[in-house]
Structure formats: structure tokens, C-alpha cells
């Protein structure tokens, strides 16, 4: 990854019950292993293989990357949450190396 943050974009209040947006952004080259630089020399292997969100401790999705996933992943979903609390989010390198990021979101009274 380089020397940038992960972005996550989570609003900050929601309605109670309210189904809204999660983005997130990973700045990162995803190589494949496969491509050969400009000397003909195959380029390493360097990918993000997991990408988890939890919030409070509870896992609210997990998605399992492979060589099909570009270079700069954007990945967005939908949730729904009991209350006020804190997302966290974790992707995961072939070398181990683990990237976070957090995000924290209110309820509005009814």
C-alpha cells in the first residue's frame, strides 16, 4: 500500500433503523504477480486478500479478494445498526500486513 490512508466515508448521524452507504477506498497497487515490468521481470505478487468491517466487535461484512480486484479497491455496501458506535475496518496484504481505519456514527432521537 502506499503511503496513503484507507478512506471510509460513513455518515455521521443516522435515523434509528435507517439502511444507509458505507464507501471505503484502499490505495494500493494489487499486483497479481502475473504482469512483467519494463525489463521483462514479473512484478511480485503484493494484493489485499481480506477486507473486514465490524462495528462494536460485532463482523458486519468480510469479503475474501483475489486477482481480479484493481488497483485502488473501492468497495461500498449497505448497512443497518442498533445504535451509536464505532465501525472498524481492516484490510488485509498477502505479506500480513494490516491496514485499519475507524468511523464512528450517532442516532438521532425519534
Excluded at 92 to 97: C, P
Amino acid at each position: 500500500m502506499n503511503d496513503k490512508a484507507p478512506e471510509v466515508k460513513v455518515p455521521a448521524l443516522i435515523k434509528p433503523g435507517e439502511d444507509f452507504l458505507i464507501r471505503t477506498k484502499a490505495w494500493h497497487p494489487m499486483e497479481t504477480g502475473w504482469r512483467k515490468d519494463h525489463e521483462g521481470k514479473t512484478v511480485p505478487r503484493n494484493r489485499i486478500r481480506t477486507f473486514t468491517c465490524t462495528f462494536n466487535g460485532q463482523e458486519v461484512v468480510t469479503s475474501d479478494w483475489h486477482s481480479g480486484v484493481s488497483e485502488n479497491p473501492y468497495f461500498t455496501f449497505h448497512a443497518r445498526v442498533p445504535g451509536a458506535g464505532t465501525f472498524e475496518f481492516a484490510w488485509v496484504a498477502d505479506d500480513g500486513t494490516t491496514y485499519r481505519q475507524s468511523a464512528t456514527v450517532a442516532v438521532a432521537s425519534a
